[in-house]
């Protein structure tokens, strides 16, 4: 079965420090996508960051990055200069193919609080 | 572009009764679904669709029924409604099923006592 797990339920850091949230996950496929969703206290589930397996490159935008090892199957996202707009619920999702379809597989979350 | 919109943003149910949750999205997106997040957990997908006229079931359809008679809605209907069914409900659409982002909207919080 095809899993995604997220090991900090929870991590706090100061303002424009840099903060890395872990993501493993468990497949046999050899391409696929992997998402970063941030969910604020709003409840709004917004796309953070994608990554393509097959592209070597880790993706970028703007403070956030990825670590993306697909040998060790962990696809990390390091926020810098941390806001604390950052504040939210952090989702790692692995995106397996379903017959005709594609379905997101989701992590548990981080919950990630940005302090003053 | 209103996006994704779902109605009704809470509901308390009791035990038995039925009830249905409305999504509605303005993208033209092919791709629905519905997925519902329990406290400290992930999304785990109860129904999709890849068009109208065409579902199939999730990791979690029991409790549930969908039907997509039109490309813009995705209605979720509950039946004789359970406490296991107490959850926050999200529905989500995209264009296509697999680099594209799933735009989602803003949740239904569902109570059954």
């Known amino acids: 079965a095809q899993t995604v797990t997220q090991s900090q339920p929870e991590m706090s850091v100061q303002e424009a420090e840099t903060v890395t949230l872990s993501c493993t996950y468990d497949?046999?496929?050899?391409?696929?996508?992997l998402f970063w969703y941030k969910q604020p206290p709003s409840r709004q589930m917004i796309l953070v960051i994608r990554?393509?397996?097959?592209k070597q490159q880790n993706a970028t935008e703007n403070r956030f990055s990825v670590n993306f090892q697909k040998a060790a199957k962990s696809f990390s996202l390091k926020i810098s200069d941390s806001q604390l707009g950052d504040t939210a619920m952090y989702f790692c999702?692995?995106?397996?193919?379903?017959?005709?379809?594609?379905?997101?597989?989701w992590g548990a979350g981080t919950k990630l609080i940005i302090k003053p | 572009n209103a996006g994704v919109t779902q109605t009704p943003k809470f509901r308390i149910l009791k035990i038995g009764q039925s009830m249905t949750l409305q999504c509605t999205q303005d993208?033209?997106?092919?791709?629905m679904y519905w997925y519902r997040q329990d406290p400290g957990m992930g999304l785990k997908l109860i129904y999709y669709?890849?068009?109208?006229?065409?579902?199939d079931k999730g990791e979690v359809p029991n409790g549930y029924n969908v039907s997509r008679s039109t490309t813009e809605d995705f209605p979720l209907r509950l039946e004789l409604a359970a406490p296991s069914q107490t959850s926050v409900y999200f529905c989500?659409?995209?264009?296509?099923?697999?680099?594209?982002?799933?735009?989602f909207g803003p949740g239904t919080r569902l109570t059954v006592l």
């Open positions: 999702a692995f995106m397996k193919r379903a017959g005709s379809n594609y379905q997101l597989i």
């Open positions: 669709s890849v068009g109208a006229g065409i579902t």
């Open positions: 990554q393509e397996a097959y």
């Open positions: 989500a659409s995209t264009r296509s099923g697999r680099d594209n982002e799933q735009f």
């Open positions: 993208m033209n997106h092919n791709y």
């Open positions: 497949t046999s496929e050899s391409n696929y996508y």
